[in-house]
T-cell receptor, first 107, second 116 residues
Framework: AQRVTQPEKLLSVFKGAPVELKCNYS??????LFWYVQYSRQRLQLLLR??SRESIKGFTADLNKGETSFHLKKPFAQEEDSAMYYC?????????FGAGTTVTVRA | GAVVSQHPSWVICKSGTSVKIECRSL??????MFWYRQFPKQSLMLMAT?????????EQGVEKDKFLINHASLTLSTLTVTSAHPEDSSFYIC????????????FGPGTRLTVL
């Protein structure tokens, strides 16, 4: 069965500091990984997906199949990055979400 | 583009009544729509997947007679919580996958259901 683990529920960093959100997955097939973000009082929206290999809002994530990880990174956090972040694993048509990490960026 | 709406945004009902929640893709046609449930400070749990014109596929542990899903068109899916009870109180979120969109799901804003 597929599973997504986000070990950190809360993450607090200072503005300008690097931030890394951890995500590990368990899946026997070929995974498709996503990061979704939910800003305060807004809907869930796609931040990035591993197949596109692009940087969105300064965030990057690399799929490491050996470590079954898809950690999200940003070298310099901004206050507007404060949000809830969900890692998701796509298997066929379904998405399985991790528990989410709340990021607070302090001035 | 790719906006998904839900109606209502919140609803309070008495125990034993049924509540219908609508999910619409406003500017695109959706091959598949998904219904999730989210408890406070917890992740989204997939309840069911619906395709236009066919029966919904429910996840294990989700009662299909309790949570009725109708996907009448490529832009509308409805979730009816039948004979609601306080334990059904939750945040229900739908998403839609675009007909030509490469498996990306677009999420609605969610519906807060409170059963008294």
């Amino acid at each position: 069965a597929q599973r997504v683990t986000q070990p950190e529920k809360l993450l607090s960093v200072f503005k300008g500091a690097p931030v890394e959100l951890k995500c590990n997955y368990s899946y026997s097939g070929s995974p498709e990984l996503f990061w979704y973000v939910q800003y305060s009082r807004q809907r869930l929206q796609l931040l990035l997906r591993h197949i596109s290999r692009e940087s969105i809002k300064g965030f990057t994530a690399d799929l490491n199949k050996g470590e079954t990880s898809f950690h999200l990174k940003k070298p310099f956090a901004q206050e507007e990055d404060s949000a809830m972040y969900y890692c998701a694993l796509g298997t066929g048509y379904k998405l399985s979400f991790g528990a989410g990490t709340t990021v607070t960026v302090r001035a | 583009g790719a906006v998904v709406s839900q109606h209502p945004s919140w609803v309070i009902c008495k125990s034993g009544t049924s509540v219908k929640i609508e999910c619409r893709s406003l500017d695109f046609q959706a091959t598949t729509m998904f219904w999730y449930r989210q408890f406070p400070k917890q992740s989204l749990m997939l309840m069911a997947t619906s395709n236009e014109g066919s029966k919904a596929t429910y996840e294990q542990g989700v009662e299909k007679d309790k949570f009725l899903i109708n996907h009448a068109s490529l832009t509308l899916s409805t979730l009816t919580v039948t004979s609601a009870h306080p334990e059904d109180s939750s945040f229900y979120i739908c998403s839609a996958e675009r007909l030509a969109g490469g498996n990306e799901q677009f999420f609605g804003p969610g519906t807060r259901l409170t059963v008294l």
